[in-house]
């Protein structure tokens, strides 16, 4: 079952449309409507990729790290977003603490509304 703060896997393509690769997946919120649709942003090991305003990184010093299932410390990249059907989303690797799913939300918002 797929919930909110929920670590998976999804083959993210490139903004060119080639496919991409297998990579971690962060589950932000379910979409409205009556189809099992998800909006998942995409999570990378590159921490230089990091956008200051809006992404996030996960370190092994922070407290969720273990329960996250990340093997190395990764970047949330909520300016890396998807829209996906439940069934697509492979495996469950582990969650973000509920604090870092409200930052990261939080600044999601603030980026679309330009404030």
Known sequence: MISEGLITLFKFPQTD??????RPALVLRKMPGRYDDWLICMIS????QKIQESDEVVTTKDS?????GLKLPSVIRVSRLAVVEEDILLGKLGQISHDRLSRLKQNLARWISGV
Do not use: E, M
């Open 17 to 22: 449309q080639q496919a991409g690769k297998l």
């Open 45 to 48: 090991s590159q921490l230089h």
């Open 64 to 68: 969720d790290f273990i329960r996250s």
